[in-house]
């Protein structure tokens, strides 16, 4: 089975340009590329795994990382798709109140993790175990990434995702813009 890229329709944004977009877009299809080539050379590779186990070994961890992009942007453009909403009242809205006290409070230490040093992702989880949203940065694509939890809110704040319109000195502004243009009814679906 091979994988294949998701089409996104997303309208013009607040503060992220279509160029960023289709930019962004363009390497989340690298990503899907990449897992399908690589898959399809551990396949090959494994009819002789005894001569090429460096070699498998190097793409099985390549896997995760190209794996992660993928699923990561996903997450990212779809909350993107059908214009700005506000957090409707719900499942999301009653946790972060009962865990932040507020929104504001919540999206207050999300933007802290979001401008974290380095290349990665804030991350927002809801982990089923407990019924509590947990929030931490995620190294590249992979790196830290949660187990056994939930996806609720990827933020890709990799410079790719807004080189283009802000230097890094202002990435902060890019933090307000996605802000300004997420779909929070695709984000709070997600716990339904």
Same mark, same amino acid.
């Given at each position: 089975?091979t994988?294949? $890229?998701?089409?996104?329709?997303?309208p013009?944004?607040?503060?992220?340009?279509?160029e960023?977009i289709?930019g962004?877009?363009?390497?989340?299809?690298?990503y =899907?590329k990449? =897992?399908?080539?690589?898959?399809?050379?551990i396949?090959?590779?494994?009819a002789d795994?005894?001569s090429n186990?460096y070699?498998?070994?190097?793409?099985q961890?390549r896997?995760g990382?190209e794996?992660?992009?993928?699923?990561?942007?996903?997450?990212y453009f779809?909350?993107?798709?059908?214009?700005?909403?506000?957090?409707?009242?719900?499942?999301?809205?009653?946790k972060?109140?009962f865990?932040w006290?507020?929104f504001?409070n919540w999206?207050?230490?999300?933007?802290?993790?979001?401008?974290?040093?380095?290349?990665?992702?804030?991350?927002?989880?809801?982990?089923?175990?407990?019924d509590?949203?947990?929030q931490?940065? =995620?190294?590249?694509?992979?790196?830290?990434?949660?187990?056994? =939890?939930?996806?609720?809110l990827a933020?890709?704040?990799?410079?790719h995702s807004?080189m283009?319109?802000y $230097?890094?000195?202002?990435?902060a502004?890019?933090?307000?813009?996605?802000?300004?243009n997420?779909n929070?009814?695709v984000?709070?679906a997600?716990?339904a």
């Amino acid at each position: 089975m091979t994988y294949e $890229p998701v089409s996104f329709d997303i309208p013009e944004l607040d503060g992220i340009s279509k160029e960023t977009i289709d930019g962004h877009i363009g390497l989340y299809h690298g990503y =899907v590329k990449h =897992v399908n080539l690589i898959r399809e050379k551990i396949e090959a590779y494994s009819a002789d795994a005894a001569s090429n186990g460096y070699a498998i070994s190097e793409m099985q961890r390549r896997l995760g990382f190209e794996f992660g992009g993928m699923r990561n942007h996903e997450y990212y453009f779809a909350q993107l798709e059908g214009g700005a909403t506000a957090l409707p009242a719900g499942t999301l809205k009653d946790k972060i109140e009962f865990q932040w006290g507020n929104f504001d409070n919540w999206l207050t230490r999300f933007k802290e993790i979001a401008m974290t040093r380095g290349v990665g992702w804030a991350m927002l989880y809801h982990d089923p175990h407990t019924d509590q949203l947990v929030q931490t940065w =995620v190294d590249e694509q992979h790196i830290g990434q949660l187990a056994d =939890v939930d996806i609720v809110l990827a933020f890709d704040m990799w410079e790719h995702s807004y080189m283009r319109d802000y $230097p890094a000195s202002d990435k902060a502004k890019y933090v307000d813009a996605f802000f300004k243009n997420l779909n929070w009814e695709v984000v709070s679906a997600r716990l339904a």
